[in-house]
């Protein structure tokens, strides 16, 4: 009996394994000489790992972080990894509006081409505050990749055929956005996920005001990475969570699969303002696919990031 249940257990925990475990890796050999990248978040975990694949294939990578030192870490490891010297870092603080509008201003001045946005910047399930006002996980995760990507639009739209992807995540699933409250701020998880939710309906809003102008926006699960996320808990909680993630979580290079997929592959061309995981589009539950929520949400992000749009359309990069 002792016999059976352990086989049995063990077939069920390799099953999990399995179904958490595996990546496709992105085989699309295309090169990116001559593309320009910027990769919010870019100084660690998923957005490095992303950078040193893409720096890898030719772009000019530009990388962000507000860790000037970490960040400064990140450039040297991916310059290396790379073996590219066309990576640049820059500071940059999503939980403050003023730094982004700051960024995006000498980014533009500097910069004449934008052919892949990645926003991956992110913090996982925290309860605090951005600079702003914000509560951190819709301040960091939402608003401030909506702000920048905004501001930064008419440079993609000028470089187009261009991409814009999101990292989301598929807990985003597990709850609905709350027009009354949108800086739900109690508890942790919610709020994480209802980050990524708005991720999600940020890229499909986006996909439809871009689709007469050349710009593909998706939005991409990785899969359950380690990363840095675990080192501001406690040492307990890191040590459980070390050995959960070893069993069931993926390397950061894995779960940078999809993001590097869906920003050369031309199979995302068909699926514009899609949601992906593993390398393929998946369905999106009904919670996270209603046109009129995208659009509310796109609206409500406006006011209170202080854009207007003109028209329906995202508000002009030279603001
Ligand atoms: N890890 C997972 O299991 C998992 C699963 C699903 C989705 N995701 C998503 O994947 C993305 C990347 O996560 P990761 O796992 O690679 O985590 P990570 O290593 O912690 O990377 C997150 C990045 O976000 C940046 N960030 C955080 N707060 C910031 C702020 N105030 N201003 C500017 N940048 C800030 C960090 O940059 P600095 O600290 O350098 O400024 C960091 O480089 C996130 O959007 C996350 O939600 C992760």
């Not at 500097?110 to 052919?115: C, W």
């Not at 949108?182 to 005001?209: D, G, H, W």
Request: proline share 3%; hydrophobic share 40%.
């Amino acid at each position: 009996m002792y016999v059976l249940v352990t086989v049995l257990a063990a077939l069920f925990l390799a099953l999990l394994q399995r179904r958490f475990k595996s990546r496709r890796p992105c085989l699309d050999p295309k090169r990116l000489d001559g593309k320009t990248v910027l990769i919010t978040g870019g100084a660690s975990g998923i957005g490095k790992e992303t950078a040193v694949a893409l720096a890898r294939r030719g772009a000019r990578v530009h990388i962000t972080s507000h860790d000037e030192q970490k960040g400064e870490e990140a450039l040297r490891d991916i310059k290396k990894e790379s073996a590219s010297m066309n990576v640049r870092f820059w500071s940059l603080n999503m939980a403050n509006l003023q730094s982004i509008r700051n960024f995006c201003k000498e980014f533009l001045k500097n910069e004449s081409r934008l052919d892949i946005l990645i926003n991956s910047d992110g913090v996982p399930a925290v309860l605090d505050w951005t600079d702003n006002g914000f509560s951190m996980c819709f301040g960091v995760n939402h608003l401030g990749p909506f702000l920048l990507t905004n501001l930064l639009i008419d440079r993609l739209k000028s470089c187009s055929p261009s991409r814009i992807v999101t990292i989301t995540s598929n807990v985003h699933k597990y709850q609905k956005l709350d027009f009354s409250d949108l800086n739900y701020n109690i508890v942790p998880l919610f709020t994480y996920c209802r980050s990524k939710l708005a991720n999600v309906y940020f890229t499909q809003e986006m996909a439809r005001q871009m689709e007469r102008h050349g710009v593909t926006a998706c939005a991409v699960h990785p899969g359950y990475v380690v990363g840095d996320w675990t080192s501001q808990f406690s040492f307990l909680f890191r040590i459980v969570m070390y050995v959960f993630t070893s069993l069931f979580f993926i390397s950061c290079q894995a779960a940078a699969q999809t993001v590097i997929y869906c920003a050369i592959s031309d199979d995302v061309l068909q699926h514009n303002g899609g949601y992906f995981s593993d390398s393929k589009p998946c369905k999106l539950r009904p919670n996270a696919q209603d046109a009129g929520i995208a659009k509310k949400l796109w609206e409500a992000s406006e006011a209170m990031v202080g854009l207007t749009s003109a028209m329906g359309h995202p508000a002009s990069g030279t603001r």
